[in-house]
């Protein structure tokens, strides 16, 4: 059974970065090498919102909420998803969630993968 599970969240000022990471079990090594892997955020009192999305080829998409600033990275020899937020405003408070396809996957279409596996979530907290 595959299990994602994310750390590295906390309280940050406005115009600080956090860095997330996502540490994936379960998968083999080839098999990571394959799949998407994706963040997401949810907001109290709003809908889960699809962060970043990477594919096996390294090609990535973002919400245009956080484009410019935040980057997201696979490192397939560690099987660890990363998430670098900089440049942080009170917007980007939420719980964020770490997602893995089961199968091979693309984002070349320009389209969010679909996911089978999620994390648990961990809390980022951005004050003015």
């Known amino acids: 059974q595959v299990a994602v599970v994310e750390s590295g969240g906390g309280s940050v000022q406005a115009g600080g970065s956090l860095r997330l990471s996502c540490a994936a079990n379960g998968y083999t090594y080839v098999t990571y090498t394959g799949v998407c892997m994706g963040w997401f955020r949810q907001a109290p009192g709003k809908e889960r919102e699809g962060v970043a999305h990477i594919d096996s080829d390294g090609r990535t998409i973002y919400a245009d909420s956080v484009k410019g600033r935040f980057t997201i990275s696979k490192d397939n020899a560690k099987m660890t998803l990363i998430l670098q937020m900089n440049s942080q405003i009170t917007d980007d408070t939420g719980m964020y969630y770490c997602?893995?396809?089961?199968?091979?996957?693309?984002?070349?279409?320009?389209?969010?993968?679909?996911?089978?596996?999620w994390g648990q979530g961990t809390q980022v907290t951005v004050s003015s």
């Open positions: 997602a893995g396809s089961k199968w091979r996957c693309t984002v070349a279409d320009g389209a969010p993968p679909a996911y089978n596996y």
